[in-house]
């Protein structure tokens, strides 16, 4: 039985994809540091990762993410950061709004027993995963001189997506598409 790698998550507009990208390109005029940015079209946020799951699952969790009733909702860019200053390997803007916790929570709360519920959910996109940093203290500092315009925008929806990974990136399609009442 095929069992395919999946997410829960939120696409984002082309006007957020091209400061994103933008800021992607300042990032890379950085020194000190190797890595891959994410592709602009990989560019999502992940309301929650599902893992491996076989094809019966991928059809229980399309039926139960049906059950969300969440109004459409605004977010905006946020900052840049890492995770860890002591072990820095992504590298990703925060993600402001609301609605996204509260949407979050209602997959958490729809999937309840089907997977374990986030702990620490954290509202961010990764632009970057990182491979070596020289001088983490000096890549900090440069990290807080990129700015990052606060674009708003909105939620209208979120996605069930399977992710296939190459050796190139992964390879991302689309399983599911939930409309946020309007």
Known sequence: MEKMR??????????????????????DKKKGWRGKFVEGRNLHLTLKFLGEISQEGVAIVKNKLKRIEQQKFKAELGELGVFSPNFIRIVWIKIFGEGIFDLQKEVDGVLEGMFKPEERFMSHLTIARVKNVENRKLFLEELKKIKVERIGFDVKEFLLVKSTLKSEGPDYEVLGRYRLDL
């Not at 999946?6 to 990032?27: H, K, S, T, Y």
């Open 6 to 27: 999946c997410f829960v998550g939120i696409n984002f507009p082309d006007n957020v994809v091209n400061e994103i990208r933008r800021v992607q390109g300042e990032l």
